[in-house]
């Protein structure tokens, strides 16, 4: 193209370009190296200093409109890179991900080492879904880890303390003195059914119904063993057969360190193709 005949048109048609791919890539940024997001956000910049100059002196389209080019170029070459890699369809999976309830309530378990990269499906094989999350809220059907509910709540291990004193001998005798008669016997049995009479719905496992199954996300739940473990005893104590199968989950990181590296390489061999 002849560089000497470019006009204001052109000048304002790249301006109109670079600020309208500026805004798209800002909202990807998590892919970019710091030094790409240091680009994109200056590269309006140049625009900014044209618009300065054209009120006080005639600016020199020529060297503006190479300019331009140039950062629109490079700006187009990491838009083409992002739909080639089709990252809008993934970004959007990703948020509503995020944006995913579940049937119950969170809690921690496990270290994040430990943590399961699949999804713990359970499909009822004669009853219906609803039975099964009944049974899931249902606190009798816990069994040994009915003791593991009051882990999670500070309040519950508040009340077995004055419920059943203190754990230290000698405090617990100056505590029987003050009420003047003893604490109850402190026996896992009596525990457990004393969490039972506090505990309304069980809080040890996350899930959500996805249309005749049940979703266990890795991300909400204990490690993969003591999730299957905890389904196990709680279906097999309401008497319902299921069929449990595990299935992989998309680890973010991962997948958007892979994504920012063919990214970056595409991005690279593609600028090193054009002269500006």
């Known amino acids: 193209m002849d560089l000497k005949n470019k006009n204001f048109d ?33 590269s309006t910049k140049l625009i900014e200093d044209f618009n300065k100059e054209i ?16 950062i629109n170029n490079i700006l187009n070459s990491y838009v083409y890179m992002l739909k080639e890699q089709n990252l809008y369809i993934s970004e959007n999976k990703l948020r509503e991900q995020e944006e995913e309830t579940s049937g119950g309530e969170e809690i921690t378990g496990g270290s994040n080492k ?113 999730t299957t473990s905890i389904i196990d005893t709680v279906m097999n104590n309401a008497n319902i057969e299921f069929h449990l199968e595990e299935k992989e989950t998309i680890n973010e990181s991962k997948l958007r360190v892979a994504i920012q590296e063919i990214l970056r390489k595409k991005i690279q061999i593609k600028l090193c193709q054009k002269t500006f």
């Open 10 to 42: 052109d000048i304002r048609r790249l301006s109109q370009s670079i600020k309208s791919k500026k805004n798209i890539l800002i909202k990807f940024f998590k892919y970019f190296s710091k030094e790409e997001i240091e680009f994109i956000n200056n």
């Open 114 to 226: 430990e943590k399961i990269d699949v999804e713990l499906v359970l499909t009822p094989k004669f009853v219906s879904v609803e039975e099964v999350v009944k049974a899931l809220n249902d606190v009798n059907n816990y069994g040994a880890y009915v003791s593991n509910l009051r882990n999670s709540k500070r309040e519950i291990d508040k009340a077995v303390e004055n419920h059943f004193g203190p754990s230290q001998p000698w405090t617990k005798k100056a505590k029987e003195k003050e009420r003047g008669k003893p604490f109850p016997p402190k026996t896992k049995v009596a525990v457990d059914t004393f969490i039972k009479t506090l505990t309304s719905k069980p809080n040890l496992l996350v899930w959500e119904v996805k249309g005749d199954s049940l979703v266990f996300p890795p991300k909400r739940n204990p490690t993969k063993k003591v």
């Open 55 to 70: 009120k006080v002196q005639e600016p020199n389209i020529n060297e503006y409109f190479n300019g331009f080019n140039a």
